[in-house]
């Protein structure tokens, strides 16, 4: 892929398929610092990252859910591995619908991961890197915030809030030196959905991190995986709601 720039590649989500296999696409040259709440079990990538041309790999430990813990962690980097070149928040839960409907605190939880802490985060790495005058930011929005559905309007809920944001603080950041990306991928086959039947336009883990790296390396502020699925969530907004709130997940 083009050049995206100089500092360290920080992966939010270390052990997330989707940051792993674009992890690897911008590692040549480039020092990985993957952030997971445990260090065990990561060999495979930190060897696969190496192989790909990365200056070095370090795992750092890191607790989305644990919001008073983010600055930390940032300075913490910025001492060790310097300005963040491209932060990749990559985190993120789906949560169990039909306990959601029941378990308040289940919904919350969803809403805490895939929401509220990537807001923390992602208004951190902003000052910071604004401050800096330059850096990136990778977001992973979905179809599933384009238009909430019935079917899992808790976790579709938190992705929609997360776009706003993310579209809001792109703005915001304009001019500033600092590139924010929003990643809006359809059904991904992986880890995460195993057991679920597969949704029209599914996409992998590695076909959304070629999309990603294409993307930043031609500056584009959004990014849908496949690019199909930009028709089909102008058509979902089209849907009558006596229609809309009996499509599947």
Do not use: C
């Not at 500092?7 to 480039?30: C, H, K, M, T, Y």
């Not at 696969?48 to 890191?62: E, I, M, N, S």
């Not at 289940?106 to 991961?113: G, K, L, Y």
């Amino acid at each position: 892929m083009e050049d995206t720039g100089t500092g360290a590649v920080v992966i939010f989500g270390g052990r997330s398929e989707i940051g792993g296999e674009l992890a690897v696409r911008l590692a040549p040259g480039r020092e990985v610092v993957l952030t997971t709440r445990g260090d065990d079990g990561l060999d495979q990538q930190v060897s696969a990252l190496r192989a790909a041309g990365a200056t070095a790999v370090h795992v750092k430990a890191f607790d989305a859910d644990d919001l008073a813990g983010h600055g930390a962690l940032l300075d913490e980097i910025a001492v060790e591995h310097g300005p963040i070149g491209i932060a990749v928040l990559a985190f993120g839960i789906l949560g169990d619908q039909a306990r959601a409907e029941v378990d308040a605190e289940h919904a919350v939880a969803v809403v805490h991961t895939d929401y509220v802490a990537q807001v923390s985060l992602l208004t951190r790495l902003a000052d910071r890197m604004r401050a800096a005058g330059r850096g990136r930011i990778v977001v992973f929005s979905s179809i599933a915030g384009n238009r909430v559905r019935r079917a899992n309007y808790v976790y579709g809920s938190a992705k929609a809030g997360l776009d706003g944001f993310a579209s809001g603080l792109a703005d915001a950041l304009h001019g500033s030196g600092v590139h924010l990306l929003i990643v809006r991928p359809g059904f991904v086959i992986g880890r995460m959905t195993a057991g679920m039947d597969p949704a029209p336009l599914s996409s992998t883990p590695a076909q959304v991190a070629e999309a990603t790296a294409r993307a930043l390396a031609t500056d584009k502020r959004t990014v849908w995986v496949p690019g199909s699925l930009a028709l089909l969530a102008f058509v979902m907004r089209l849907l009558p709601q006596a229609l809309w709130r009996r499509m599947p997940r």
